[in-house]
């Protein structure tokens, strides 16, 4: 079992940068860890995602080339360095984690993630 603490979160004007942490717990290691998000009245939306076990990333259209999803191993620690912010990724971030075997496409998709955190809030104004 895995649990995961999500810190960074906060409020930034438009083109600002801010950089979310999650710290994992747990004897479990992941295959995959990654960052959502859910703004009200929205889906929950894949942004980034990492193999936990090697160094491969992908990312999200609506974030390319904005954002940077990293990790400590030796920290257990997730990031996501957020840089050029826009009103709209104003939402509540989410980490989360996913156990399953490797695949061919890192997935992007909620329903594979198991472990979530509860969430830290960012909130960007124009």
């Known amino acids: 079992q895995v649990q995961l603490v999500e810190s960074g979160g906060g409020s930034v004007q438009a083109g600002g940068s801010l950089r979310l942490s999650c710290t994992k717990s747990g004897v479990a290691t992941p295959t995959y860890m990654a960052w959502f998000r859910q703004a009200p009245g929205k889906e929950r939306e894949g942004v980034a995602a990492?193999?936990?076990?090697?160094?491969?990333?992908r990312y999200a259209d609506s974030v390319k080339g904005r954002f940077t999803i990293s990790k400590d191993n030796t920290k257990n620690t997730l990031y996501l360095q957020m840089d050029n912010l826009k009103p709209e990724d104003t939402a509540m971030y989410y980490c989360?984690?996913?156990?399953?075997?490797?695949?061919?496409?890192?997935?992007?998709?909620?329903?594979?993630?198991?472990?979530w955190g509860q969430g830290t809030q960012v909130t960007v104004s124009s």
């Open positions: 990492i193999y936990f076990r090697g160094s491969d990333t």
């Open positions: 989360a984690a996913s156990g399953s075997g490797r695949n061919a496409v890192i997935p992007l998709q909620a329903a594979r993630y198991t472990g």
